[in-house]
């Protein structure tokens, strides 16, 4: 069965704290910004958009239970760190309990926290918008970063990257390979 972006809503305001299901709001309408930016389908960016934490309110323990029940890949640092399993484990809620059955969706869901190499447009931006949205305060950079999302999206994501890895170094054990990965990749790519 496949539900409509209102009662994807009505179910996650309900699973969500105030807080999360705010946030999960502003990802859905930066994704459904930048589709219109950068031509992607505004629909499976709205669905992307707002099912990206849909499992991110489990517990750790429970994301690496459910990890393992369903044989989902599992890297050393999730499994030392099962919060970070919420992308993987929402994608595969997205598909089950919500009924996805775009690939492209799917993996904008499971890519959303790390990304990884060669991301899709969909992938890029989710994993943008997850960063950028407007309920977001914290991050350093963040009018400039939202600036150049809507100018370059593979340097958004670069810049992203840089960030989180400049962050997640002061504990180098947290950082997931594919970050890694990720980070490497774009570099590149982008010749920096």
Known sequence: MFYTIGEIHEILRKKQNGSRFIHTLGVQYTSACLAMRYGEDLEKAQIAGVLHDCAKHMKPEKLLEKSKKHGLLITPAQEQHPFLLHGRVGAYIAEKKYGVDDQDILNAIEWHTTGRPNMSL????????????????????????????????????????????????????DVDQTTEETYSYYKDMLKL
């Open 122 to 173: 969909l992938e890029k931006i989710v994993f943008t918008a997850d960063y950028i949205e407007p309920n977001r305060t914290k991050a350093p950079n963040l009018e400039k970063l939202r600036q150049v999302s809507f100018q370059d999206l593979d340097l958004a994501v670069y810049m992203i990257l840089d960030q989180t890895l400049k962050y997640l170094n002061e504990s180098p054990q």
